[in-house]
């Protein structure tokens, strides 16, 4: 079992930035896969990024040099730095994380509400 815990979602204006937080219930080594999906309303639920074991780090494509994720292994604590914000990135946010090696893991947060707009 993993319990994840988000936090850090809010309004923010469109090119502002926010970093979301997931805070894991275990040692983030002992996960094959962890990482961020979104849902905006009316579609479905898609990978933002994750980080794979052995350290990869993938993204996709529409947020690429705009958001970054990293972790801080102490804390079994993952980020998602989110720059340059546009309103199509308005969505809940969701972690998630899975110890089987699968790219999408069984554990989900609770998701996080992220609004750009003016």
């Known amino acids: 079992q993993v319990q994840l815990v988000e936090s850090g979602g809010g309004l923010v204006q469109p090119g502002g930035s926010l970093r979301l937080s997931c805070a894991a219930s275990r040692s983030i080594f002992s996960l094959y896969v962890i990482g961020w999906y979104r849902q905006a309303p009316g579609k479905q639920r898609e990978l933002v990024a994750h980080?794979?074991?052995?350290?990869?780090?993938n993204y996709a494509d529409s947020v690429k040099g705009r958001f970054t994720m990293s972790r801080d292994n102490a804390k079994n604590t993952v980020y998602l730095q989110m720059n340059s914000l546009e309103p199509e990135d308005t969505a809940v946010y969701y972690c998630?994380?899975?110890?089987?090696?699968?790219?999408?893991?069984?554990?989900w947060g609770q998701g996080t509400q992220v609004t750009v707009s003016s």
């Open positions: 998630n994380a899975g110890i089987m090696p699968t790219m999408t893991g069984a554990y």
């Open positions: 980080i794979i074991y052995g350290g990869s780090t």
